[in-house]
């Protein structure tokens, strides 16, 4: 299998991390490429009609898109039960909200990196933090169990979507109001499977 992606994307990191904590990097090779919304790379066009990473070129040459997708089908694969019956609605909201928190902070890097300096809108990053701090809060307040728990896919999202703050708007101090979850990320990011997959900026 082929995994289509860009190394500094916390979606494909998601599915990064999981191959590795389920031992099947030996399966799936990692196809590095360079992307862009303005600019899409013929080789995410083949993989996804909508040119998004990551995708997974399976053995008969179909694929699959979204992260979550990617992961539920790896992780179904390898048996591994990162996505536990026992409370897996718990374990599918935390991953959303981990993957809501990685679409603004994306969003906020395409509008200050890829958009002339006149067009960016302070107004649309300043709701997108709004909203990244939401889910934040809410982890906090909510999930720290489902964190503290044995290892699942929400937890998986949440550290990359927190990763992915610290490369790209560490500025901004997610960590203020977060001691919790700040705790408990300097914990998960020194699993290997996050230091493997580690993007310095």
């Known amino acids: 299998m082929q995994l289509i992606m860009a190394a500094a994307s916390p979606f494909a990191r998601k599915v990064r ?12 090779e ?3 490429i360079e992307t862009s919304p303005f600019n899409a790379n ?4 083949a993989a996804n009609p909508t040119a998004r990473i990551p995708s997974l070129i399976r053995p008969d ?9 990617i992961t539920r089908y790896l992780d179904a694969r390898a048996r591994a039960g990162l996505y536990p019956d026992s409370d897996l609605w718990d374990v599918l909201a935390l991953e959303a909200t981990g993957d809501g928190i990685m679409d ?11 958009r ?3 067009m960016v809108s302070a107004d649309w990053i300043n709701a997108q933090w709004v909203k990244i701090m939401a889910g934040c ?13 044995s290892l699942n896919m929400g937890q998986i999202s949440v550290a990359c979507a927190l990763g ?7 500025a901004r101090h997610w960590r203020q109001g977060h001691k919790l979850l700040a705790d408990w990320f300097s914990g998960f990011k020194d699993r290997a499977s996050m230091i493997d997959t580690h993007v310095k900026g």
Not at 104 to 114: D, F, G, K, N, P
């Open 61 to 69: 040459g179909s694929t699959l898109y979204d992260s979550r997708v």
């Open 164 to 170: 992915y703050l610290d490369l790209r708007h560490d």
């Open 17 to 28: 991390v999981l191959i590795r904590e389920t031992n099947q990097l030996k399966d799936v």
């Open 104 to 114: 603004s902070a994306v969003s906020i890097s395409y509008e200050t990196r890829l």
């Open 137 to 149: 809060t809410a982890i906090q307040d909510r999930s720290m169990a489902h964190l503290n728990s």
């Open 30 to 32: 990692e196809v590095h």
């Open 42 to 45: 013929p080789i995410a066009s």
């Open 116 to 118: 002339a300096v006149e």
